[in-house]
């Protein structure tokens, strides 16, 4: 079993920074991608961010320039800084993980609210 708890959610001001944390636990041998999706109000969900094993990243365009994610191998934790938050940022956010056998993990998902 593979267990992923996050933290570091809330709510924050326009402008703002938060980072997200998610660390993950369990029968791990290795972790492949390691990946943020966020899901607002009656929207579906959508990748955030993705980083590689070797560390390469990708981001949604709404986010470029504001998020950065990064990966700690050794503690199987995954961050998520958020800079120059909108309110157009504010979702749930799930962490996600695929190991080495290809299996996925979910988090159960942190609550983000930008608001004034």
């Known amino acids: 079993q593979v267990q992923l708890v996050e933290s570091g959610g809330g709510l924050v001001q326009p402008g703002g920074s938060l980072t997200l944390s998610c660390a993950a636990s369990g029968s791990i041998f290795s972790i492949n991608l390691m990946a943020w999706y966020r899901q607002a109000p009656g929207k579906k969900r959508e990748l955030v961010a993705l980083i590689s094993s070797g560390g390469t990243t990708n981001y949604a365009d709404s986010v470029k320039g504001r998020f950065a994610i990064s990966r700690d191998n050794a503690k199987n934790t995954v961050y998520l800084q958020m800079n120059s938050l909108k309110p157009e940022d504010t979702a749930v956010y799930y962490c996600?993980?695929?190991?080495?056998?290809?299996?996925?993990?979910w988090g159960q998902g942190t609550q983000v609210t930008v608001s004034s």
């Open positions: 996600n993980i695929i190991v080495h056998s290809g299996y996925a993990y």
